[in-house]
């Protein structure tokens, strides 16, 4: 294949996935003033679907000018070549191949996250800002975007150097030690990302002695299920909306709810959430996602380590010296039609899989308190209520809220 071809093929990639993403985006708007379907009525009274069709549309709004910067920025950057000047640029500075991609890399997300920060700005101090959503303070905004900065050099950073450590030593065989390196690093992260990442952005407090605590103590001993560790996340101080979380197994696994959460739910609601994130644990869907998300990593890898030492790839984005680092970035924008299939595959199993975490809660609790929970908290993200199905089925991880309630109410 000619690397003129190649080159035009990666644009084509590019503009079809800006194509399907706006028909979506398009269809999905078309459903926003809908009428609420008749079980989900007492969601919102008439202000807050106002309010909430209102949101829905600037976010949309907002959804397009991004996108469209963003795949403006992108073409731009392929036509001008870019990546060669970029290239270029890191060589200056070295001639070790590591520090080479490192520069490499380092420039174009830092440039990229520059460029792209005045909509982030936008997004979170002027509208969500608008819809009583935001709590950060322009301090907390901009300490984020350092941390995100440091774990980005230090884990990616460290990451990608190994990769390429294994690749020079061992040559195409690479994809073994990197799958290894990989699966290692996920199942790390599983189990200690709560002690070791979420602390550097949120304070974390055991919850305390009380009714709530009690009351979850007391469930998870009726359905077996050991539990020392039930923490209070301090989500409040960016944002009003509510979530909580599971997360590590074994002796690890910790129970997480945010504040905005205990203050927006009664207790039978709360341990009715709890009781879905004990199902996800119960049902082994932590482990499937854990395993399946390795086995694809590895299947990546493979693909990669076979057409990673292709001079076309680099000469494709006009740069003359083959190189991992740029083969890489070719390899990206191939391989995410396949990636956008997997992605299919993860979020289809992902909702049958909320489905069982819900039918557990009702088994093991109650299903009533879980619907209650379901709505309130949708009405308190504002949440789009009637979605267009084909924007469902390559989005959504979880049911929509009307599906969710007739699961549990059936």
């Known amino acids: ?80 070549n870019g990546f060669k000047v970029v290239d270029i640029f890191a060589r200056n500075f070295s001639d070790n191949s590591i520090l080479i991609a490192l520069i490499f890399f380092g420039i174009i997300l830092f440039g990229s996250d520059i460029l792209t920060t005045p909509f982030s700005y936008y997004k979170t101090f002027v509208i969500e800002e608008k819809f009583g959503f935001n709590k950060s303070t322009k301090k907390t905004f901009w300490l984020d975007k350092l941390k995100g900065w ?4 230090l884990l990616g950073g460290g990451i990608l150097s190994l990769i390429m450590m294994f690749y020079q030593f061992t ?24 002690k070791l990442i979420v602390p550097l952005f949120n304070k974390q407090t055991p919850l305390e002695e009380g009714k709530l605590k009690s009351a979850i103590e007391n469930y998870a001993k009726n359905v077996g299920f050991k539990l020392d560790n039930i923490f209070v996340i301090d989500g409040s101080k960016r944002s009003t ?21 205990i203050n927006d739910l009664e207790t039978d609601e709360i341990v009715a959430v709890l009781a879905h994130e004990v199902g996800h644990y119960k049902r082994k869907h932590i482990i499937f996602n854990l395993v399946t ?28 010296t083959p190189s ?20 299919l595959f993860m979020n289809y ?44 089925f390559m989005h959504y991880s979880h049911p929509t809220l009307l599906k969710r309630i007739n699961n549990l109410e059936n």
């Open 324 to 343: 991992f680092h740029i083969g890489l970035v070719a390899f990206g924008i191939l391989y995410s039609p396949i990636s956008e299939i997997t992605g």
């Open 241 to 261: 909306k509510a979530n909580a979380y599971f997360s590590g197994f074994g002796s690890q696994k910790r129970i997480t709810l945010f504040d905005t959460l």
């Open 171 to 194: 040559g195409k065989n690479f994809w073994i030690y990197a799958w290894i390196l990989i699966a290692a690093f996920s199942l790390f992260m599983n189990l200690f990302y709560a």
């Open 150 to 153: 440091f774990m980005g050099i």
């Open 1 to 80: 294949m000619q690397h003129t071809t190649l080159f035009y093929i990666l644009i084509t990639i590019i503009i079809i996935s800006f194509i399907i993403d706006k028909v979506l985006d398009t269809l999905n708007s078309k459903h926003f003033d809908d009428e609420i379907p008749y079980d989900l009525k007492d969601v919102y009274d008439e202000d807050s679907y106002k309010k909430s069709q209102a949101y829905k549309k600037t976010n949309a709004k907002f959804s397009i000018l991004t996108s469209t910067f963003s795949i403006l920025l992108t073409l731009i950057f392929f036509f001008v």
């Open 349 to 392: 199993v992902s909702r049958k899989f909320e489905y069982q975490a819900d039918d557990f809660a009702k088994e093991t609790f109650a299903g009533n308190p879980l619907i209650t929970s379901l709505k309130k908290l949708s009405r308190n993200s504002l949440s789009n209520l009637t979605p267009h199905p084909a924007y469902v």
């Open 293 to 320: 998300s390795t086995l694809i990593a590895g299947f990546t890898l493979y693909i990669l380590s076979l057409f990673i030492n292709s001079p076309v790839l680099s000469k494709a984005l006009s740069v003359s």
